[in-house]
């Protein structure tokens, strides 16, 4: 896709020269990746000060030194752009991509350099001032991640196929057994299932909790093992070619649910279905949020509730838009978002539900969803 990638940098590049920056200087991973189509470990993104000049990637080695499974999580750079391997710490700027991107800026007369200052640490802002003092430093700011929004087609196909592949994970750890084994266990063995189906690797940290740990968001696996009556709650994504989706269930393990996980339960889904329903092109984020959060508090869960109900996915697992009650904005169509509200009481466990989808106009069917695997109550 070397139009696509050059398209993008066209579009920051007309940004920067609108702000008053003739060059720009990319250097946060996932922005690297989105605009030149791979990210090597330590690599930056010089955008030429004007049109028609070379865009360069800067790495500190050569890309056929990078690791095989770190080339094949930062994919394949474009062919249009001009590849600059440094030579390591041997280089005259320590093999720092981003100090060397800026002495070619000022080498080829820019002056003036826009870089991400919210990714660059105070002393490497610093190191590039003293190799390009003749460069005046202004902030990229947000811009490439406001770009990255919106998902094009072929983006969103990455995610689909994610969310397949995490989708077929779970489905085979459901048909296997489960009690007696471990919360680490399990985690290991759905992170492996999703390589084995053709994932890059796991989008995060898998999380699986049981018993009382079930629904406390951002649970680390522990070697609790699982036992009959246990809410069992998995947290799971799968990568692909970079773009990272998200899916989370929530079961009972070996019996008939108690009265109060089904009431649970029944409570989550009614809050992640009102979500879900609230994703329409020109809806507030909050709003979104509004609609998950109002079912659980009028259910008597105000006092349990997490900070957000979703936020966007794509080359990160958590990235803008964030459905949270304070957040400003409006969601744009093809803009692809977790719904993913839960509760977790202290002591007795808890659920959490969490499906990726993709805004899309009622015209064209509504929310896209991507994470289908069944949000029933089962009893495994």
Not at 32 to 41: E, F, M, N, Q, T
Not at 103 to 113: I, K, N, R, T, V
Not at 266 to 273: E, G, H, K, S, T
Request: with cysteine; hydrophobic share 40%.
């Amino acid at each position: 896709m070397p139009e696509v990638f050059a398209a993008r940098r066209a579009r920051l590049r007309e940004r920067c020269h609108a702000a008053g920056s003739a060059a720009a200087l990319v250097t946060r991973p996932a922005n690297v990746r989105y605009l030149a189509g791979a990210a090597p470990p330590g690599a930056a993104l010089l955008l030429a000060p004007r049109d028609g000049a070379e865009d360069v990637l800067l790495c500190p080695h050569p890309l056929e030194e990078q690791q095989p499974a770190g080339a094949r999580e930062g994919g394949r750079p474009d062919d249009l752009l001009r590849i600059r391997p440094l030579g390591g710490s041997l280089s005259p700027e320590g093999g720092d991509a981003a100090v060397a991107a800026a002495g070619m800026a000022a080498e080829e007369g820019a002056d003036s350099l826009a870089v991400e200052e919210h990714h660059l640490t105070v002393a490497r802002h610093r190191a590039i001032g003293s190799v390009a003092s003749r460069l005046r430093l202004t902030d990229l700011g947000t811009a490439v991640e406001q770009m990255r929004v919106v998902k094009d087609e072929e983006e969103i196909a990455c995610l689909r196929a994610g969310a397949e592949i995490a989708d077929q994970a779970l489905g085979e750890l459901l048909e296997s057994i489960l009690v007696g084994r471990t919360e680490r266990h399990l985690a290991l063995e759905l992170e492996r299932r999703l390589v084995d189906h053709g994932a890059d690797g796991p989008a995060f940290p898998t999380s699986v909790a049981t018993g009382p740990h079930a629904g406390r968001p951002g649970h680390r696996p522990t070697d609790r093992r699982v036992e009959e009556g246990d809410f069992l709650s998995v947290c799971m994504g799968a990568a692909y070619q970079g773009y990272r989706c998200e899916i989370g269930r929530t079961f009972v393990i070996g019996t008939t649910p108690a009265d109060w996980q089904i009431e649970l339960y029944d409570v989550v889904f009614a809050a992640q279905r009102a979500g879900r329903e609230a994703l329409a092109p020109g809806a507030e984020h909050r709003e979104v949020d509004r609609a998950a959060r109002q079912v659980l508090a009028s259910a008597g869960y105000g006092s349990a509730l997490p900070a957000r109900t979703g936020h966007g996915v794509g080359l990160e697992i958590a990235e803008d838009p964030q459905l949270a009650p304070a957040t400003m904005g409006k969601l744009d169509a093809c803009v692809p978002v977790t719904v993913e509200p839960g509760v977790h009481l202290p002591g007795r466990g808890g659920v959490r539900i969490d499906d990726t989808l993709v805004v899309r106009p009622e015209a064209d069917g509504g929310p896209e969803l991507l994470t289908i695997t069944t949000k029933e109550l089962l009893a495994l």
